[in-house]
């Protein structure tokens, strides 16, 4: 565990540095109040609102470590939502259109995942055909208009509580461990960061490449349905123009913020989830100090160029002699 | 003298798609051949013109960029800004922000050069970056009210027929032209060709890669800008949001027209036949009335799916075949 | 060609060193105008970083380099072009999607009120090419035309660009012998008008057809230069593969030994293109050694083995039985085990720590859910690193800050792990340091006395003669025979692989 802490430090201070700048704002935000059986509070608020980049984060983070990208998941967003949405709406029960929603995101990643490994495709090209027709696919469901919905099983998806906490805390918080058991308790985290980083030696030692890539698109669509399913449950409607826009990037910002090269190679769930923390946390505390809410792109901007320059090539060696200047210094 | 090959394929391609949806409608619409409605597919698709011609530059050289539609929107604002607030000419604004346009632009092909980041985040960036700042100006809508305005939107070429060709539409054939010539018939253009095709090898033979890419994305960058003033006569007001998700369109528009987005392959003419098929479809749903306009998005999709699954067969059969060694 | 002729290029004591290697050291270099000079050597003797120094595609280190009695230091291709130093490439560096007339004038093209004069590009370019025998339409993309046709077009350029010393770097080896026949009397014609062309190739008949002088590198050093008509091949196949043409091999022959059980048999296995059909059968408690030259066919024999590249002919039996191989999971679960030639690229996963590269391939045939828990995971790798001396503080630093050496032990722990029955290894010496070169070669030993089946490919024949029971030589992408028993000799390899028909090719042992 020390070694996570390790990885985790320069995460951990800024995610420390933006909770106190929530608390500079908002005196009293680290408080947890019970009302009514359900927790409320700063902290609470943050990762119920990141709920969803939270998913999506879980989900890309994978699909990096592969050297690939995943610009279709807003998208997915949308066209679960739709599902799910026009499904109650046809009279089905709420888990019928929650499976549905789910099966939905699985198609969809099965899509991006194939047309990667079979057909070989960039996957930035390859799931830019979903990020631009998936939107039209959602409207064509909903039919260009909000479809809202009444059934509460469905909005319960956002609203519910359950051991004093939000479904959607609930939800993100199991959907990482699930993801994190499964890539560090089996060997497939072994294998993805085999595969990213070198794809012809990993095909050498005889890692299923083919499978391992399908696999990582198809999650990362799965957990997009998730996330989709709790934005339309939070409106009790599923918009097709504004689900999910523009979240695959608050999402590939978040792994990068995690530490996952674009490159390809390691990656950590846990780090991934941290840096969507990192980022909601961001967005609340510019929306509580009252400042203007673009101020959070300007902030997001500067925290992508920060991270770009530190992991540039040419800024390596200077890192580098930086890092053991700081540690000889501290030996002695 | 142009003769058919795997190259040229893909511009043949759309160019048969435009004229048979073009024959589809005017079949359905006869008013649809009237040169009042080519017009105003040429104006209201303007701004999406003149991004597609950085657009082709960007793509042409291997890359991409996703901060054009910031760029526009941060321009109108900014233009806005500038000619209601300060008080300053258009003509001045319309400097100020190409020139600014441009050096923003350098600043992302530098970055991406020396910093070795991928195109992808680091335009990323920049969108947040300009899109930010876009806010920061002004949350609403800002009417431009200023005279050289009304007298910009009066100049106009009157076609056979009855048709007027704006000012804007006049601009966007105009980038088009300009930036055909800059690609196809200077050194510099070949360099773009060059750095897309393999920017390793393109070093080898001695092509100055830091200053090509540069180069492209200042092109990107200022078109972006001129795209913006475009926006902003059409319109006539100045919104932080314009153009949210219009750099998708631009890249479907090149790819439909025929470019590769790997890079190296392509070239500036297919690209206003990409820009002309999309405006093409929104007019059809137009004139239908019964259709929604999510059929425009499917059918991008749809287009791009092919025109990509096209360029992987062509590319498929015509690469050489290698021996290990 | 006389001695006489005047030194046009000069290097002295060129030296690169990468990160724990040294790729070239302290070489010389001398080429005369009007020559054709052969640059030969094995993968990894330094050919390559020399072309590079020449060129200025890497920074000289060490050592000089003089062009006409003038000292040159290129810090690009570019400025290398502008001293008129030029290399093609086998790896044509030329753009396919420009066209032919592109390609020729890329950065200088002819220009008219500061446009492109294309017109005028196509004819200069079709005149020029005329020259050199092609009359092709300049302005079709270059993908357009054969391999061949693309290294006459870089040769074209690089002619065109006023060269004076023009490197040619396995120019021939996609080439058909019509081909090679244009490129030759091209050579000889750009030599004549007192340019000096350094060859690099593979194939030792081309050498002899065409070069006037040989340098040899082996192990990033000097080996000799010598004039072609005056070194006979064999001794030129022995300067290149280590063995000197007249003292005895210094290391002994192991004892022969009782033959084990056949594991795995190939008939007639091969595939268009890569490899003719070869047999071989493979032993347990043998090592079958796999000798020929760069680009013999020597690494498409283990790739076809192992499923990395499908067979389109013939059979793999093993234990009695016809298997098919769909890829290399198909051979790892077999038994089989394969340390590829280019470890950086094939084998080591960088990023990775050392015991996760060592358990990648045992983890990899366990499959996903049955991860091995990280304490066995430590254990294994402790045990591998203990046994093979890998020398590192610690199993979880990654494995590209160990040298090459330890790099390939922890490789060789990676096939070890698994419990292989068949070990295939291209290259397991290659670019690593004496102290693990011998380490390797005694655990090689270790590992045949102990039961498992070897397939070694190497370029050091005499190594091969000392450790391998029988040796299948290739060349020309073809099996060219196998010896066995007393016949394991330094020199009847090396008479195998300069001569046809010095050994029968017989597919089995006796």
Redesign the interface.
């Known amino acids: 565990m020390s070694g996570w802490f390790m990885a985790a430090r320069s995460r951990l201070i800024l995610l420390a540095l933006v909770l106190l700048a929530n608390v500079a704002v908002a005196p009293g935000f680290l408080e947890l109040r019970l009302v009514e059986g359900r927790l409320f509070g700063g902290i609470i608020d943050i990762l119920n609102r990141g709920a969803p980049v939270i998913l999506l984060a879980i989900g890309m983070a994978p699909v990096i470590a592969t050297r690939g990208?995943d610009l279709s998941v807003g998208a997915i967003m949308a066209i679960a939502g739709a599902v799910a949405a026009a499904s109650v709406n046809a009279g089905h029960a709420w888990p019928v259109a929650v499976l549905a929603a789910l099966g939905t995101g699985l198609v969809c990643g099965l899509w991006n995942g194939v047309l990667v490994t079979i057909?070989?495709?960039?996957p930035?090209?390859a799931t830019?055909?979903?990020?631009?027709?998936?939107?039209?696919?959602?409207?064509?469901i909903t039919?260009?208009r909000v479809l809202t919905f009444t059934d509460d099983g469905l909005a319960g998806v956002s609203s519910a509580t359950l051991l004093g906490l939000p479904l959607p805390v609930l939800i993100a918080l199991a959907a990482a461990m699930i993801t994190g058991l499964l890539v560090r308790a089996t060997a497939l985290g072994l294998f993805i960061e085999a595969v990213g980083t070198s794809p012809r030696a990993a095909r050498l030692a005889g890692v299923p490449a083919p499978g391992i890539l399908i696999g990582v698109y198809v999650w990362s669509g799965l957990m997009a349905a998730l996330a989709g399913l709790i934005a339309a449950a939070d409106i009790r409607g599923a918009d097709?123009n504004n689900a999910g826009l523009w979240l695959e990037?608050d999402a590939?910002?978040a792994v990068?913020i995690g530490g996952t090269s674009?490159?390809g190679g390691r990656f950590s769930i846990s780090l991934s989830v941290l840096g969507a923390v990192i980022l909601q946390g961001m967005r609340t505390c510019i929306l509580r100090a009252g400042l203007?809410?673009?101020?959070?792109?300007?902030?997001?901007?500067l925290v992508?160029?920060l991270v770009?320059?530190v992991?540039?090539?040419?800024?390596q060696p200077a890192i580098a002699r930086l890092t053991t200047r700081l540690r000889r210094r501290g030996a002695a | 003298?142009m003769?058919v090959?795997?190259?040229t394929l893909p511009f043949l391609a759309t160019l048969g798609v435009f004229i048979l949806l073009y024959a589809l409608c005017a079949l359905q619409y006869p008013a649809m051949l009237s040169s009042r409605v080519i017009a105003n597919l040429l104006t209201d698709n303007a701004f999406l013109g003149v991004l597609a011609v950085g657009m082709t530059f960007v793509i042409l050289s291997g890359g991409?960029d996703l901060s054009v539609g910031a760029v526009m929107g941060f321009t109108t604002v900014a233009l806005a800004v500038m000619i209601e607030g300060a008080g300053l000419h258009p003509l001045v604004s319309f400097t100020i922000m190409l020139v600014g346009g441009a050096l923003f632009g350098c600043g992302i092909g530098a970055?991406i050069h020396?910093?070795?980041?991928?195109p992808?985040?680091?335009t990323?960036?920049?969108m947040?970056?300009a899109?930010?700042?876009?806010?920061?100006l002004s949350?609403d809508s800002i009417p431009v009210r200023h005279e050289f305005y009304q007298t910009l939107s009066g100049l106009s070429l009157t076609l056979p027929g009855g048709g007027r060709l704006g000012l804007i539409a006049l601009l966007m054939l105009l980038a088009f032209v300009a930036g055909g010539?800059l690609l196809h018939?200077?050194?510099a253009?070949?360099?773009v060709?060059?750095l897309?095709?393999?920017a390793?090898?393109?070093?080898?033979?001695?092509?100055d890669t830091a200053r090509t890419t540069i180069l492209v994305y200042g092109v990107s960058s200022t078109m972006a800008a001129l795209a913006g003033i475009i926006f902003s006569l059409y319109t006539r007001s100045g919104y932080?949001l314009t153009g949210v998700g219009v750099e998708?369109d631009a890249?479907?528009a090149v790819v439909i027209g025929g470019t590769l987005?790997?890079g190296?392959?392509g070239g500036m003419a297919g690209s206003l036949i990409g820009v002309l098929i999309q405006g093409l479809i929104l007019t059809w749903i137009t004139f239908d009335g019964s259709l929604?306009?999510?059929?425009?998005?499917?059918?991008?999709?749809?287009l791009?799916?092919i025109f990509?699954?096209l360029q992987?067969l062509i590319l498929q059969f015509?690469?050489?075949?290698r021996?290990?060694? | 060609m006389g001695d006489l002729a005047a030194t046009l290029l000069s290097a002295h004591g060129l030296t690169r060193t990468y990160p724990g290697v040294r790729a070239l050291d302290g070489v010389d270099l001398t080429l005369r105008a009007g020559e054709i000079h052969a640059l030969l050597g094995e993968n990894g003797a330094g050919k390559s970083t020399l072309i590079n120094l020449l060129t200025g595609?890497q920074p000289v280190e060490a050592g000089s380099i003089h062009l006409d009695g003038r000292e040159v230091r290129p810090k690009?291709?570019?400025e290398a072009?502008a001293n008129g130093i030029v290399a093609v490439y086998?790896e044509i560096?030329?753009?396919?999607?420009?066209s032919v007339a592109?390609n020729i004038y890329?950065?200088r093209?002819p220009?008219r009120f500061?446009?492109?004069d294309?017109a005028r590009m196509r004819r200069e370019a079709a005149l020029l090419l005329a020259r050199f025998g092609l009359s092709i339409d300049p302005?079709?993309?270059l993908?357009?035309f054969?391999?061949a046709v693309q290294q006459l077009i870089a040769i074209a350029r690089a002619v065109d660009m006023s060269a004076r010393v023009l490197i040619l770097d396995?120019p021939t080896?996609?080439l058909d012998s019509a081909e090679v026949a244009v490129l030759f009397r091209l050579m000889r014609e750009l030599a004549a008008s007192g340019m000096a062309v350094l060859f690099v190739t593979h194939f030792l008949d081309q050498v002899y057809e065409v070069t006037d002088r040989i340098t040899v590198l082996r192990g990033g050093k000097l080996v000799g230069e010598r004039r072609t008509a005056a070194l006979p091949r064999l001794d030129l196949v022995a300067m290149m593969l280590g063995k000197l043409p007249s003292g005895d091999s210094h290391l002994q022959r192991h004892a022969a030994r009782e033959p084990g059980a056949p594991f795995v048999t190939v008939n007639g296995l091969g595939k268009q293109?890569?490899v003719a059909p070869f047999n071989a059968e493979i032993r347990q408690g043998e090592v079958l050694g796999v000798a020929g030259l760069?680009?013999s066919g020597r690494?498409?024999t283990a790739?076809l083995l192992f499923g990395a590249e499908r067979a389109d002919a013939g059979e793999i039996i093993v234990d009695g039985r016809p298997v098919t191989l769909k890829g290399p999971r198909d051979a790892i679960r077999l038994g089989f085990g394969f340390c590829p030639e280019d470890r950086k690229l094939d084998g080591i996963v960088p990023d990775l720590s050392i015991a996760e590269n060592i358990v990648l391939a045992l983890q990899a045939r366990l499959g996903w859910m049955k991860r091995l828990p990280p304490a066995r995971q430590r254990e294994l790798a402790d045990t591998y690193i203990k046994l093979l001396n890998i020398r590192t503080p610690d199993a979880e630093k990654p494995i590209q800050l160990l040298s090459g050496g330890n790099q390939q032990k922890a490789l060789l722990a990676r096939w070890l792990a698994t419990q292989p029955r068949l070990l295939i290894l291209d290259e397991p010496t290659r670019g690593i340091d004496v102290g693990a070169h011998a380490e390797i070669i005694l655990l090689l030993e270790k590992l045949r006395d102990e039961g498992m089946a070897l397939y070694v490919i190497s370029s050091e024949v005499e190594e091969v003669a000392a450790y391998a029971d029988r040796v299948m030589v290739m060349r020309e992408r073809r099996q060219a025979g196998m010896l066995a028993g007393d016949d394991v000799t330094p020199s009847a390899i090396i008479d195998a692989i300069v001569m046809p028909g010095a050994v029968p090719p017989s597919g089995r042992a006796a």
């Open positions: 990208i057909f070989r495709l960039q930035i090209v830019l055909i979903l990020m631009v027709a998936g939107r039209g696919i959602a409207q064509m039919e260009g097709a990037l590939i910002l990068v674009l490159y203007p809410p673009e101020l959070n792109l300007l902030l997001m901007a992508i160029a770009l320059v992991q540039s090539p040419a800024c | 003298m003769r090959n795997a190259r991409i970055a020396w910093l070795k980041a991928p992808f985040i680091v990323l960036t920049a947040f970056l899109r930010g700042a876009a806010l920061l949350t010539v018939f200077t050194r253009g070949l360099k060709y060059a897309g095709g393999n390793r090898f393109a070093g080898l033979m001695g092509i932080a998708l890249i479907a987005l790997s190296g392959v929604s306009s999510w059929w425009t998005k499917i059918a991008i999709g749809m791009l799916f990509i699954g992987r015509s690469a050489p075949t021996r290990t060694g | 595609a690009s291709p570019a072009a086998q560096t030329l753009l396919p999607n420009l592109e890329l950065g093209e220009t500061g446009l492109v294309r302005a079709q993309p993908s357009a054969s391999t396995e080896a996609s293109h890569l760069l680009g690494t498409e790739l």
